[in-house]
């Protein structure tokens, strides 16, 4: 399983500085929504640029205009960017074509969607996309008695290549291996560390255990 980071921080000196600290663990370095919307779309240009071994992923969180904003992203150097699981099947399929278009990858980001989310991921599958993400944003994960094991038991469930994020930490990415993710995501775990490459290194042991 792959270990994402999600470097949700709000400038790029301390984008980069986060990605220095953990790339050796991770496999794919992701530029939060945060980020971009504060940094604007350079800043995946940037920090593919220092780490043009690792793979870059825009999470633009499209939802409308899929083929024009995923463009934008695969112009500026991303590997693979986000639009929204829950938009019009058209603006998917858009970020579908801007995808074919450059050789690079489109997922789907599951947030918000909770009723009928198996049967929701298995058509937005059929898109194109190059794999859902099973997501509880973190409004959704500040909610009392939140719980990863839904997005687990989905993930198991949709029967198709998925990642998972929504509070993934030390003691659930071993669940998340066994439910058979493609990815795990971390942002918090990582970002809120002491020392952000020992806990990189400490998910990508589990991750791959
Ligand atoms: O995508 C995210 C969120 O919606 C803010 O943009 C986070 O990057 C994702 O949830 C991973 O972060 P953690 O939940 O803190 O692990």
Known sequence: MQLQVALDVLDLPSALTLADQVSEH???L?????LVKSAGIGAVSAIKAA????????DLKTAD???LEAGLAFEAGADLVTVMGAVDDDTIR????AGRKYGKQVVADMISVVDGRVARIREVAKLGVSFVEIHAGLDEQARPGYSID????DGRLAGVP?????????????SVREAGAKVAVAGGAIYNAPDPGAAAAELKKRATR
């Open 26 to 28: 991770v496999d794919i």
């Open 30 to 34: 992701e530029l939060g929504t945060p």
């Open 51 to 58: 780490h043009p071994d690792k793979l870059v992923f825009a």
């Open 65 to 67: 205009a899929g083929e």
């Open 94 to 97: 858009g970020a579908v074509a």
């Open 150 to 153: 839904q997005l687990l038991e």
């Open 162 to 174: 998925f990642s998972i994020a929504g509070g993934v930490k030390v003691d659930t990415i071993g």
